[in-house]
């Protein structure tokens, strides 16, 4: 994570876990999930984030497709 932008749960925790081996809190994005060329990184929360990210990176859909399933997805999780 010392390279590339990324984000996880809380920056704290990251920073608590890793000690002195994370160098890198100007590229923590305050983010659901960031894609970083073929890196990914994504909250607990996020899977439905990173699972578009996968598919987006992957160029597994046409975008319109994907984000189809995402805004469909979301609507019905958060509809619950």
């Keep these: ?17 890793a000690g002195t081996r994370y160098t890198n809190k100007a590229h923590y994005l305050e983010k659901q999930a ?3 060329g073929r890196l990914i990184t994504a909250n607990g929360s996020a899977f439905l984030e990173f699972g578009k990210e996968v598919l987006e990176a992957l160029n ?21």
Excluded: C
């Excluded at 994570?1 to 876990?17: A, G, I, R």
């Design 1 to 17: 994570m010392n390279d590339v932008p990324h984000t996880s749960n809380h920056l704290d925790d990251l920073q608590e876990t």
């Design 34 to 36: 960031v894609r970083s």
């Design 60 to 80: 597994a859909a046409p975008q319109p497709e994907i984000d189809e399933w995402y805004g469909f997805s979301k609507k019905a999780i958060t509809s619950f």
